[in-house]
Each structure stands twice: as structure tokens, then as C-alpha cells.
């Protein structure tokens, strides 16, 4: 039995078993974490998962005929998957939760921004997603990479880029190489400014990431007021500013 890949899903399967062994090495959750894989589709991670005998997991498929798939290959484990779109899914009943999966590359962003709304109980994951996209997630300031999504899940996670994967490793191939990165949440990250305000900022300084903070984020903040420490990054461009200074600047202009 096989399924027919679906693109709107983002179905490529993963055939090449050095890859998938490579992927569950680096996989090394915190004890005691429950652990979840998106998008299982055929199993190709699933069955390397059952294999080394991980315990505490579960396996999120949007796609009904890839479920009713899975649960007939691996009868005995019916029970650990779940006909869900992770999108959708109401974690809080998780305290501790690692993620893995290979997932589908046209909801790669919208998965990072779900593990940074419930990253209180979101310790670890490991990713593959585009090569562009892990490359941007990863980047540091003063590169063209440096972006929203770079500065707000270095603001809260460890982001380690670990290996490429050729598209030649899946069925059907895609038309983009692809990444494995790793992210680990920091303990000890406390800001004093709402989610909704910094996410706001961050965007708003992207939007327009040629121009200086003056200009994009005018409306938003005024600099002119602000003392000379944070006043100095009016004239700056976003890329040119480390997360760190993201957070500070919030923090001076968020008002509760
Ligand atoms: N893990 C398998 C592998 O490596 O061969 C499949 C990976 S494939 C790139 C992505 C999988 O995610 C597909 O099986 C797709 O149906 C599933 N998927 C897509 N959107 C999803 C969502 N919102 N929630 C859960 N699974 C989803």
C-alpha cells in the first residue's frame, strides 16, 4: 500500500535511510519531554522513531489517507497517531514537549510562529524546512538572511543549523534543497513587554527593511524623546540592529 503525495500538503517523502538516521541522531529531547512528530505522512521518521524504542510520542497528520496509512502499517501504535492539523492543535495540555518532523515547506514559517506562542512548554525541536528558510531562522544581524522570523526565535530559542539534505533523498523530489536545524529554548528569557507589541515591532521594522528605523517605524514610536541610547537607532537599518537591541528598544517604548 502506498498514497498518492499531495503538494498542497507539501508531501515530500523522505527514501533515503542515512538521512532519516542522521535526523533522529541529532534528535536529543530533555528527559521527560513528550515528544511529537509533524506529518509523519508514510512513516519514514515514524519507523526509525518506533525502532529505537522513543518513548512518550506522538504523530500529528493532517492527511486522512496518510492516517488510515500509518495505522495500518503499525497497528500496535494506532493510538500514538492523530488525524490533526498541528496548526489547529491545543497544546496546552503538554507541560514539557519536543518536536520533530520534516515538515511541509508552505507552513514552515506558521509552525515556527505556533512554537514561539507556546514556547513555555516548547523545550526542543528538530527541523528540516527549505535551505533558504533554516538559513534565514538561523541568520545573524548585518546579512541579507537577518530577518523577523531570525530575530524573534533567537529572542527565545538556541537556533543551530546542522546539516543540508539534497532534494534527491525524496519522493517526489522538490524543487528546492532543504536543512536540518535544531532549536532549544533559553531558560531564562524574561521580557518585560508583551508578545503582541515586540512580534508588532519586529514586522514593522522588517516591512521595510531598507529604510531607517525612523522612517518604518513612524507612527509606531517617536525617537524623538527617547534618550541617546536608544535615540542612536533611529538612524539604523533592522539588519543592522542583534536581538538584543531589538529588545531593548521595546522595552524602552512598550507602555504595558
Ligand atoms: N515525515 C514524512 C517524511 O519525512 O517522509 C513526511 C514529510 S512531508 C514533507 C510533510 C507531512 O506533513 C505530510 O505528510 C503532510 O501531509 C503533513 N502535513 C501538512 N500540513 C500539516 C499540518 N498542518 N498538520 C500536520 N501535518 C501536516
Same mark, same amino acid.
Do not use: W
Given at each position: 500500500?502506498?498514497?498518492?503525495?499531495?503538494?498542497?500538503?507539501?508531501?515530500?517523502?523522505?527514501?533515503?535511510?542515512?538521512?532519516?538516521?542522521?535526523?533522529?541522531d541529532?534528535?536529543?529531547?530533555?528527559?521527560?519531554?513528550?515528544?511529537?512528530?509533524?506529518?509523519?505522512?508514510?512513516?519514514?521518521?515514524?519507523?526509525?522513531?518506533?525502532?529505537?524504542?522513543?518513548?512518550?510520542?506522538?504523530?500529528?497528520?493532517?492527511?486522512?489517507?496518510?492516517?488510515?496509512?500509518?495505522?495500518e502499517?503499525?497497528?500496535a501504535?494506532?493510538?500514538?497517531?492523530?488525524?490533526?492539523?498541528?496548526?489547529?492543535?491545543?497544546?496546552?495540555?503538554f507541560?514539557?514537549?519536543?518536536?520533530?518532523?520534516?515538515?511541509?515547506?508552505?507552513?514552515?514559517?506558521?509552525?515556527?510562529?505556533?512554537?514561539?506562542e507556546?514556547?513555555?512548554?516548547?523545550?526542543?525541536?528538530?527541523?528540516?524546512v527549505?535551505?533558504?528558510?533554516?538559513?534565514?531562522?538561523a541568520?545573524?544581524?548585518?546579512?541579507?538572511?537577518?530577518?523577523?522570523?531570525?530575530?524573534l526565535?533567537?529572542?527565545?530559542?538556541?537556533?543551530?543549523?546542522?546539516?543540508?539534505?539534497?532534494?534527491?533523498?525524496?519522493?517526489?523530489?522538490?524543487?528546492?534543497?532543504?536543512?536540518?536545524?535544531?532549536?532549544?529554548?533559553?531558560?531564562?528569557?524574561?521580557?518585560? #513587554?508583551? +508578545? =503582541?507589541?515586540?512580534?508588532?515591532?519586529? $514586522?514593522?521594522? /522588517?516591512?521595510?527593511?531598507?529604510?531607517?528605523?525612523? !522612517?518604518?517605524?513612524?507612527?509606531?514610536?517617536?525617537?524623538?524623546?527617547?534618550?541617546?541610547?536608544?535615540?542612536? #537607532?533611529? +538612524? =539604523?537599518?533592522?539588519?543592522?540592529?542583534? $536581538?538584543?537591541? /531589538?529588545?531593548?528598544?521595546?522595552?524602552?517604548?512598550? !507602555?504595558g
Amino acid at each position: 500500500m502506498t498514497i498518492q503525495p499531495k503538494k498542497s500538503l507539501g508531501q515530500h517523502f523522505l527514501k533515503d535511510q542515512n538521512i532519516i538516521r542522521k535526523i533522529l541522531d541529532s534528535f536529543q529531547p530533555p528527559d521527560d519531554s513528550a515528544c511529537m512528530e509533524i506529518g509523519p505522512g508514510m512513516g519514514a521518521l515514524t519507523e526509525h522513531i518506533f525502532e529505537r524504542e522513543l518513548e512518550n510520542f506522538s504523530f500529528v497528520e493532517i492527511d486522512k489517507d496518510a492516517y488510515a496509512f500509518l495505522c495500518e502499517k503499525f497497528p500496535a501504535r494506532k493510538d500514538a497517531f492523530i488525524n490533526a492539523d498541528f496548526l489547529k492543535m491545543d497544546l496546552s495540555e503538554f507541560t514539557s514537549l519536543s518536536l520533530i518532523g520534516n515538515l511541509p515547506y508552505n507552513i514552515s514559517s506558521q509552525i515556527i510562529f505556533k512554537i514561539l506562542e507556546n514556547r513555555q512548554l516548547i523545550d526542543y525541536g528538530v527541523f528540516m524546512v527549505q535551505r533558504e528558510v533554516a538559513e534565514r531562522f538561523a541568520a545573524q544581524q548585518n546579512t541579507k538572511d537577518y530577518g523577523i522570523l531570525s530575530v524573534l526565535l533567537q529572542s527565545f530559542y538556541e537556533v543551530e543549523l546542522l546539516f543540508n539534505v539534497s532534494k534527491n533523498v525524496f519522493v517526489p523530489p522538490p524543487k528546492v534543497e532543504s536543512s536540518v536545524f535544531r532549536i532549544m529554548r533559553k531558560q531564562t528569557v524574561r521580557f518585560p #513587554f508583551s +508578545d =503582541k507589541y515586540f512580534f508588532s515591532f519586529v $514586522k514593522k521594522a /522588517f516591512n521595510q527593511r531598507r529604510k531607517m528605523l525612523r !522612517k518604518s517605524l513612524q507612527g509606531f514610536v517617536d525617537f524623538s524623546e527617547a534618550p541617546d541610547d536608544i535615540r542612536f #537607532f533611529a +538612524d =539604523k537599518r533592522p539588519e543592522q540592529l542583534s $536581538k538584543e537591541d /531589538f529588545a531593548k528598544i521595546v522595552a524602552y517604548f512598550f !507602555k504595558g
